[in-house]
């Protein structure tokens, strides 16, 4: 009988992908693998509680180190590969010219103000890119500027960009690597020199020191061994999101050509 696990996963596409490959991973070592979807502070209350057993992916030091800090209060965690290395940036379309737009204050300039959407979409509110975006607006004075900045879901953030793209028109948009735009639009990073956007983390399995014995060492050793990369993440992301491929088969099939199962 197969040996159960159940893993958290943050509830954004590329985290899908993401764990859509550790767990075909693990289920090639024999184990069941049940995935359960919430947003990122609820997915490590539920790591806490022991409500889950490990998760996918855990984004170090910078966007999700309070988070774990609060689980190791009551259980040590332990980490496991390095999926990606993920940063969170504000991007504008390459066709923004660079020399007008090419830092976060240049977004200040009357010709910008006039020119750029003042919408800026971003995704859920307990992402380390929401909070990141909140502090910028305020730090660089852009909400008196006319900019606002508003939360909602993945899609609204995506399509608000892809939409404003199909027209030719300015849009900023609060993003990170990996994510599956990059693979098919030239997004350009503006520069951000306050370093209010964090710093590039590693992206990381977490688990729960109390379900480590469910591994043998070599088991571990393998989890520990798997690397992706930021563009590997987004090209997968990309095949699911905008071909419609299926999740599991796009990364068995990814992993299978690798020689990594």
Known sequence: ?????????????FHHTTASLVSNVLKTMGFEVERIFSPHQENFEKLKAGEIDMLSSAWLPSSHGIYKSDVEKVEPLIELGLH???????????????????????????????????????????????RFS????????????????????EDDCFSAFEDAVANKEWVIVPLWKPQFLHYRYDIRELIEPKGLLGIVDRAVLLLRD????????????????????NDIIAELDYKVCREGKPQDEVTYEWLAAQGVI
Request: aromatic content about 10%; hydrophobic content about 35%.
């Open 84 to 130: 990606y290395e993920p940063y969170a940036l504000w991007g504008v379309p390459d066709y923004v010219p660079e020399e007008m737009v090419a830092e976060v204050a240049d977004l200040l300039k009357p010709e910008v103000v006039e020119q750029m959407r003042p919408k800026i979409q971003g995704i859920n509110p307990g992402a380390g890119i929401t």
């Open 210 to 229: 109390d379900k480590k014995n469910l591994f043998t060492d070599e088991q571990l050793k393998t989890l520990d061994s798997l690397r992706f990369s």
């Open 134 to 153: 909140i502090q910028m607006m305020e730090e660089y004075g852009l909400s008196k500027a006319g900019y606002e900045f508003f939360t909602g879901s």
């Open 1 to 13: 009988m197969n040996k159960k696990i159940t893993m958290g996963v943050t509830d954004l596409s």
